[in-house]
Protein backbone atom coordinates (compact mmCIF):
# COMPACT_ATOMS: atom_id res chain seq x y z
CA UNK A 1 0.00 0.00 0.00
CA UNK A 2 1.07 3.83 -0.55
CA UNK A 3 0.10 6.53 1.50
CA UNK A 4 0.24 9.64 -0.06
CA UNK A 5 0.14 13.03 2.61
CA UNK A 6 -1.13 16.40 2.09
CA UNK A 7 -1.53 19.65 3.97
CA UNK A 8 -4.53 20.70 1.82
CA UNK A 9 -7.90 21.83 3.49
CA UNK A 10 -9.69 19.31 1.83
CA UNK A 11 -7.64 16.33 2.12
CA UNK A 12 -5.06 14.72 4.64
CA UNK A 13 -4.46 11.51 2.72
CA UNK A 14 -5.36 9.42 -0.08
CA UNK A 15 -4.00 5.58 0.79
CA UNK A 16 -3.68 3.55 -2.30
CA UNK A 17 -3.13 -0.34 -2.67
CA UNK A 18 -2.16 -2.17 -5.75
CA UNK A 19 -3.64 -5.73 -5.00
CA UNK A 20 -3.62 -8.15 -8.49
CA UNK A 21 -3.12 -7.83 -12.01
CA UNK A 22 -2.82 -9.49 -15.39
CA UNK A 23 -3.27 -9.82 -19.02
CA UNK A 24 -4.73 -13.00 -20.29
CA UNK A 25 -6.76 -14.43 -22.80
CA UNK A 26 -10.25 -15.74 -21.59
CA UNK A 27 -12.80 -17.75 -23.19
CA UNK A 28 -16.46 -17.58 -23.03
CA UNK A 29 -16.69 -19.26 -19.62
CA UNK A 30 -14.91 -16.14 -18.21
CA UNK A 31 -17.11 -14.06 -15.66
CA UNK A 32 -19.65 -14.97 -13.17
CA UNK A 33 -23.35 -14.03 -11.37
CA UNK A 34 -23.38 -11.08 -8.61
CA UNK A 35 -20.05 -10.34 -7.66
CA UNK A 36 -19.48 -8.11 -4.84
CA UNK A 37 -15.75 -7.29 -3.71
CA UNK A 38 -14.07 -4.97 -1.93
CA UNK A 39 -11.66 -3.90 -4.70
CA UNK A 40 -11.78 -1.85 -7.71
CA UNK A 41 -11.03 -2.65 -10.99
CA UNK A 42 -9.53 -1.50 -13.94
CA UNK A 43 -10.32 -3.17 -17.65
CA UNK A 44 -8.97 -2.94 -20.79
CA UNK A 45 -9.63 -4.89 -23.76
CA UNK A 46 -7.13 -5.57 -26.44
CA UNK A 47 -9.49 -7.92 -28.50
CA UNK A 48 -12.97 -9.04 -27.85
CA UNK A 49 -15.97 -8.09 -26.21
CA UNK A 50 -17.53 -8.46 -22.32
CA UNK A 51 -20.56 -7.36 -21.12
CA UNK A 52 -20.99 -5.90 -17.37
CA UNK A 53 -24.14 -6.08 -16.19
CA UNK A 54 -25.65 -3.92 -12.85
CA UNK A 55 -29.10 -3.49 -11.50
CA UNK A 56 -29.43 0.08 -13.19
CA UNK A 57 -27.22 -0.28 -16.46
CA UNK A 58 -24.74 -2.55 -18.82
CA UNK A 59 -21.33 -1.44 -19.79
CA UNK A 60 -20.35 -3.23 -23.33
CA UNK A 61 -16.33 -4.21 -22.59
CA UNK A 62 -14.61 -3.58 -26.40
CA UNK A 63 -11.33 -2.55 -26.98
CA UNK A 64 -9.91 1.18 -27.33
CA UNK A 65 -11.79 2.38 -23.77
CA UNK A 66 -10.51 2.06 -20.15
CA UNK A 67 -13.28 0.92 -18.21
CA UNK A 68 -13.14 1.34 -13.83
CA UNK A 69 -15.49 -0.82 -12.25
CA UNK A 70 -15.67 0.17 -8.08
CA UNK A 71 -15.41 -1.76 -5.41
CA UNK A 72 -18.54 -2.75 -3.51
CA UNK A 73 -21.32 -2.58 -6.36
CA UNK A 74 -22.67 -6.53 -7.06
CA UNK A 75 -23.35 -6.70 -11.10
CA UNK A 76 -22.52 -10.03 -13.49
CA UNK A 77 -19.52 -10.23 -15.76
CA UNK A 78 -19.71 -12.39 -18.62
CA UNK A 79 -18.26 -12.53 -22.43
CA UNK A 80 -19.60 -13.80 -25.81
CA UNK A 81 -16.39 -14.33 -27.65
CA UNK A 82 -13.05 -15.13 -26.75
CA UNK A 83 -11.21 -11.65 -25.48
CA UNK A 84 -7.49 -10.74 -24.82
CA UNK A 85 -8.55 -8.47 -21.31
CA UNK A 86 -5.94 -6.31 -18.95
CA UNK A 87 -7.03 -6.31 -15.29
CA UNK A 88 -6.05 -4.53 -11.89
CA UNK A 89 -7.54 -4.74 -9.03
CA UNK A 90 -6.81 -2.28 -6.31
CA UNK A 91 -8.30 0.04 -3.77
CA UNK A 92 -8.06 3.92 -3.28
CA UNK A 93 -9.19 5.47 0.37
CA UNK A 94 -9.65 9.03 1.10
CA UNK A 95 -10.53 7.93 4.65
CA UNK A 96 -8.91 4.73 6.00
CA UNK A 97 -11.12 1.90 5.03
CA UNK A 98 -13.29 4.35 3.48
CA UNK A 99 -13.10 3.62 -0.94
CA UNK A 100 -12.95 7.07 -2.93
CA UNK A 101 -15.83 5.18 -4.31
CA UNK A 102 -18.15 5.06 -1.39
CA UNK A 103 -18.63 8.86 -1.69
CA UNK A 104 -18.53 9.22 -5.46
CA UNK A 105 -20.21 7.00 -8.34
CA UNK A 106 -17.51 7.61 -11.13
CA UNK A 107 -18.05 7.21 -15.27
CA UNK A 108 -17.67 3.51 -16.15
CA UNK A 109 -15.76 3.97 -19.04
CA UNK A 110 -13.57 6.33 -20.62
CA UNK A 111 -11.94 6.71 -24.02
CA UNK A 112 -8.27 5.32 -24.11
CA UNK A 113 -5.18 7.75 -24.89
CA UNK A 114 -2.29 7.03 -26.87
CA UNK A 115 -0.15 5.70 -23.46
CA UNK A 116 -3.19 3.87 -21.78
CA UNK A 117 -1.90 0.46 -22.57
CA UNK A 118 1.71 1.29 -22.33
CA UNK A 119 0.85 2.05 -18.76
CA UNK A 120 -1.48 -0.19 -18.04
CA UNK A 121 1.15 -3.23 -19.02
CA UNK A 122 3.91 -1.63 -17.48
CA UNK A 123 1.81 -1.89 -14.29
CA UNK A 124 1.19 -5.26 -14.82
CA UNK A 125 4.68 -6.54 -15.89
CA UNK A 126 6.69 -7.81 -13.08
CA UNK A 127 4.63 -6.68 -10.66
CA UNK A 128 4.98 -9.76 -8.29
CA UNK A 129 9.03 -9.23 -7.72
CA UNK A 130 9.47 -5.71 -9.16
CA UNK A 131 12.32 -3.54 -6.88
CA UNK A 132 11.04 -0.26 -4.87
CA UNK A 133 11.65 2.35 -7.71
CA UNK A 134 9.80 0.27 -9.65
CA UNK A 135 6.67 -0.61 -7.47
CA UNK A 136 6.64 3.41 -6.88
CA UNK A 137 6.00 3.92 -10.88
CA UNK A 138 3.49 1.49 -10.70
CA UNK A 139 1.64 3.32 -8.07
CA UNK A 140 2.22 6.47 -9.77
CA UNK A 141 0.75 5.14 -13.23
CA UNK A 142 -2.59 3.68 -11.09
CA UNK A 143 -3.47 6.56 -10.19
CA UNK A 144 -2.88 8.14 -13.91
CA UNK A 145 -5.00 5.87 -14.90
CA UNK A 146 -8.10 6.71 -12.35
CA UNK A 147 -6.90 9.90 -12.36
CA UNK A 148 -9.29 10.04 -15.71
CA UNK A 149 -12.45 9.10 -14.02
CA UNK A 150 -12.51 11.80 -11.06
CA UNK A 151 -14.41 14.68 -11.12
CA UNK A 152 -12.82 18.20 -11.23
CA UNK A 153 -14.27 19.38 -6.91
CA UNK A 154 -13.30 18.01 -4.46
CA UNK A 155 -16.74 18.82 -3.25
CA UNK A 156 -18.16 16.03 -5.20
CA UNK A 157 -15.94 13.13 -3.47
CA UNK A 158 -16.30 14.52 0.39
CA UNK A 159 -18.84 14.31 2.43
CA UNK A 160 -19.78 17.21 5.37
CA UNK A 161 -16.40 17.78 7.32
CA UNK A 162 -18.66 18.49 10.36
CA UNK A 163 -20.94 14.94 9.79
CA UNK A 164 -17.40 13.51 9.59
CA UNK A 165 -16.33 14.93 13.02
CA UNK A 166 -19.60 14.16 14.21
CA UNK A 167 -19.54 10.40 13.57
CA UNK A 168 -15.43 10.06 13.66
CA UNK A 169 -15.99 7.99 17.15
CA UNK A 170 -18.29 5.43 16.07
CA UNK A 171 -15.09 5.08 12.75
CA UNK A 172 -12.13 5.14 15.61
CA UNK A 173 -13.77 2.27 17.52
CA UNK A 174 -13.86 -0.24 14.97
CA UNK A 175 -10.85 0.88 13.36
CA UNK A 176 -9.36 0.29 16.39
CA UNK A 177 -10.47 -2.86 17.66
CA UNK A 178 -12.60 -4.75 14.77
CA UNK A 179 -12.69 -7.78 17.06
CA UNK A 180 -14.91 -6.13 19.10
CA UNK A 181 -18.72 -7.06 19.71
CA UNK A 182 -20.37 -3.92 18.16
CA UNK A 183 -24.01 -3.11 17.32
CA UNK A 184 -26.01 -0.53 15.98
CA UNK A 185 -27.20 0.39 19.75
CA UNK A 186 -23.97 0.57 21.07
CA UNK A 187 -22.16 2.53 18.02
CA UNK A 188 -24.70 4.91 17.64
CA UNK A 189 -24.03 5.62 21.74
CA UNK A 190 -21.00 6.47 21.17
CA UNK A 191 -21.65 9.62 19.14
CA UNK A 192 -25.35 9.96 20.87
CA UNK A 193 -27.22 9.41 18.07
CA UNK A 194 -30.73 6.92 18.34
CA UNK A 195 -29.37 4.04 16.35
CA UNK A 196 -32.04 3.74 13.46
CA UNK A 197 -30.87 7.46 12.54
CA UNK A 198 -27.15 6.74 12.99
CA UNK A 199 -27.06 3.62 10.60
CA UNK A 200 -28.97 6.33 8.11
CA UNK A 201 -26.15 8.73 8.41
CA UNK A 202 -23.38 6.54 8.58
CA UNK A 203 -24.58 5.19 4.86
CA UNK A 204 -25.33 8.02 3.52
CA UNK A 205 -22.18 10.02 4.55
CA UNK A 206 -20.11 6.88 3.74
CA UNK A 207 -21.23 5.19 1.36
CA UNK A 208 -21.46 1.69 3.36
CA UNK A 209 -23.70 0.73 6.71
CA UNK A 210 -21.73 0.61 9.98
CA UNK A 211 -21.71 -3.35 10.09
CA UNK A 212 -20.52 -3.12 6.36
CA UNK A 213 -17.77 -1.18 7.37
CA UNK A 214 -17.02 -3.39 10.66
CA UNK A 215 -17.05 -5.99 8.53
CA UNK A 216 -13.96 -4.62 6.08
CA UNK A 217 -11.97 -3.80 9.09
CA UNK A 218 -11.90 -7.49 10.51
CA UNK A 219 -10.70 -8.83 7.06
CA UNK A 220 -8.05 -6.49 6.86
CA UNK A 221 -6.93 -7.18 10.38
CA UNK A 222 -7.40 -11.23 9.02
CA UNK A 223 -5.50 -10.72 5.77
CA UNK A 224 -2.47 -8.85 8.16
CA UNK A 225 -2.18 -11.92 10.74
CA UNK A 226 -2.74 -14.22 7.09
CA UNK A 227 0.35 -12.71 6.45
CA UNK A 228 2.38 -11.97 9.24
CA UNK A 229 1.32 -14.64 11.87
CA UNK A 230 1.10 -18.92 12.33
CA UNK A 231 -1.98 -18.75 13.97
CA UNK A 232 -4.89 -21.33 12.52
CA UNK A 233 -7.25 -20.29 10.88
CA UNK A 234 -9.85 -21.29 13.63
CA UNK A 235 -7.51 -18.89 16.04
CA UNK A 236 -7.45 -16.14 13.20
CA UNK A 237 -11.05 -16.63 12.89
CA UNK A 238 -11.68 -15.47 16.96
CA UNK A 239 -9.06 -12.52 16.99
CA UNK A 240 -11.25 -10.81 14.15
CA UNK A 241 -14.34 -11.33 16.05
CA UNK A 242 -15.73 -14.74 14.39
CA UNK A 243 -16.57 -17.84 16.36
CA UNK A 244 -17.15 -19.81 13.41
CA UNK A 245 -14.24 -20.50 11.58
CA UNK A 246 -16.45 -21.91 8.79
CA UNK A 247 -18.23 -18.98 8.74
CA UNK A 248 -15.28 -16.42 8.49
CA UNK A 249 -14.00 -18.15 5.95
CA UNK A 250 -17.20 -17.71 3.72
CA UNK A 251 -17.65 -14.01 4.45
CA UNK A 252 -13.75 -13.43 3.26
CA UNK A 253 -13.75 -15.29 0.28
CA UNK A 254 -17.24 -13.25 -0.52
CA UNK A 255 -15.34 -10.12 0.06
CA UNK A 256 -11.73 -10.66 -0.55
CA UNK A 257 -12.65 -12.73 -3.94
CA UNK A 258 -10.25 -15.91 -2.68
CA UNK A 259 -10.28 -18.42 0.44
CA UNK A 260 -8.40 -17.67 3.60
CA UNK A 261 -6.13 -20.83 2.82
CA UNK A 262 -4.57 -19.27 -0.84
CA UNK A 263 -4.83 -15.93 0.73
CA UNK A 264 -2.06 -17.04 3.39
CA UNK A 265 -0.31 -19.02 0.53
CA UNK A 266 0.56 -15.57 -1.61
CA UNK A 267 -2.68 -16.31 -4.12
CA UNK A 268 -4.03 -13.13 -5.01
CA UNK A 269 -7.93 -12.77 -6.03
CA UNK A 270 -7.67 -13.47 -9.84
CA UNK A 271 -10.42 -13.06 -12.45
CA UNK A 272 -12.57 -17.12 -13.04
Known amino acids: MASYKFLY ?15 QEYGISWGGKHINNNYSRLYMLR ?20 Y ?9 YSCSTPMYLQWLH ?24 KQTEAKFSG ?21 ELTAGFLPENWVEL ?9 LNPALAAMRANPAQEFDLKKLAG ?12 FKKTFGVSPLRYLTEQRLEQAK ?24 FARIFKKYAGVAPGRFRKGAQAMES
Open 190 to 201: RVNLHPVYFSNL
Open 9 to 23: PQVNSINVRLLAGMA
Open 224 to 247: HLLYSSGQSLAEIAGNCGYNDEFF
Open 90 to 113: FRLELMPGLSIFNFYDPPCEIMAA
Open 123 to 143: IISGLDACKPAELLKKYAALL
Open 47 to 66: YGRGTVTYTDRTVELRPGRL
Open 158 to 166: MPPENVIIR
Open 68 to 76: LFPDGRPAD
